[in-house]
């Protein structure tokens, strides 16, 4: 029954991606680009090598920590769509407080980092969180607007007073010593990933495990049954908030920590909304969010090899990505409506 249940459960995200991948195919070709020579080099790029697809996993890491950040939120029937400016301010609080400690010993230095980066991710999360349970304001368009707080935050601090010296706008490097190393020399797969993969070993022992998970899957599947089971709903909400702007904190935090070394101006732009994507097409579990952010990991190295050996413009690669957004979507927005509108009913 369990084998039946999980083949059922990837059949949708699975037959999503053959009609993305075919619709894709048409739009490949109305552009005067042959397919089978686009997605070929789509898979060489992306997996086509040992060191394509440690470049796959590179990506991987701040997709999977907003696919587990969409998750949380979406687990408790919240959509927050401010996953960006989560990012955003945990990369800032990262790298601040990074400069700041570099007295500090390899390890403790990371953990305090991280540490910084989840406060300010979570405390960001949890403004919306807190207007929507005590304001009733929409958290749509709180966290949308928090989005744009961040991105500007972010420009004025590293165009201004925490600006490097140079023209470009980013903030001062971290010595070299104190950014995640390489797991084995000579890999671009650094610790980052390590962490990332712990972090969805984490998620999937808390939601299979704990009170607080299950409070958490209740609210979300129906949230006056659970109020009337003795959920508190309000305390369960702004607890899935801050989780989830948390784990999106600690995306920015890994950027800067493995990757840039340091804010540099636009490093975020898109992992959030990708982020939603993920934890859509991998059902809100933890396993299917790891092997969402493969694919889009695989996307984004495989773009390049498209772009650069036969000509094909990155830009239909996010074609892509939008069909298969779509494609998920389509049929858990007509299971949404229905349930709706069976309550109306009753």
Excluded at 233 to 260: D, E, F, K, P
């Amino acid at each position: 029954m369990r084998i039946k249940r999980a083949l059922e459960k990837m059949s949708v995200p699975l037959l999503s991606i053959l009609i993305a991948m075919l619709a894709g195919s048409a739009v490949i070709l109305v552009c005067g680009y042959s397919p089978i020579a686009a997605y070929s080099s789509l898979l060489r790029g992306a997996f086509g090598s040992f060191r394509s697809c440690m470049g796959t996993l590179e990506k991987c890491v701040p997709l999977i920590f907003c696919g587990l950040a969409a998750m949380a939120a979406f687990k408790s029937g919240i959509f927050n769509i401010g996953l960006e400016g989560q990012v955003v301010v945990g990369a800032i609080a990262y790298i601040l407080t990074g400069l700041q400690t570099s007295f500090l010993p390899m390890p403790l230095h990371v953990l305090v980092c991280i540490a910084s980066a989840m406060l300010a991710g979570g405390s960001w999360a949890l403004i919306a969180g807190m207007m929507k349970v005590f304001c009733k304001a929409n958290e749509v368009v709180s966290t949308i607007m928090l989005n744009y707080i961040a991105l500007n935050l972010a420009e004025y601090l590293f165009s201004g007073p925490f600006m490097a010296e140079g023209t470009i706008p980013q903030s001062e490097a971290l010595e070299p010593e104190k950014m995640l190393p390489a797991i084995w020399t000579g890999s671009k797969i650094t610790w980052a990933f390590a962490i990332a993969c712990g972090m969805i070993l984490l998620t999937g022992v808390f939601y299979r495990y704990t009170v607080a998970g299950y409070n958490m899957i209740a609210a979300g599947d129906n949230d006056k049954a659970a109020e009337a089971g003795g959920i508190r709903m309000n305390q369960t909400r702004l607890m899935s908030m801050t989780m989830s702007g948390a784990i999106a904190g600690m995306a920015g935090g890994m950027l800067v920590a493995a990757t840039y070394g340091r804010y540099v101006i636009g490093m975020s732009a898109g992992y959030g909304f990708d982020g939603m994507a993920i934890a859509v097409l991998g059902q809100n579990s933890a396993v299917g969010v790891f092997l969402s952010s493969i694919l889009f990991g695989g996307l984004r190295t495989g773009s390049l090899s498209m772009a650069m050996f036969e000509g094909i413009p990155s830009e239909l690669v996010s074609i892509l990505q939008g069909l298969i957004i779509l494609t998920v979507s389509a049929p858990l927005l007509i299971k949404s409506f229905r349930v709706k509108s069976r309550r109306k009913k009753r």
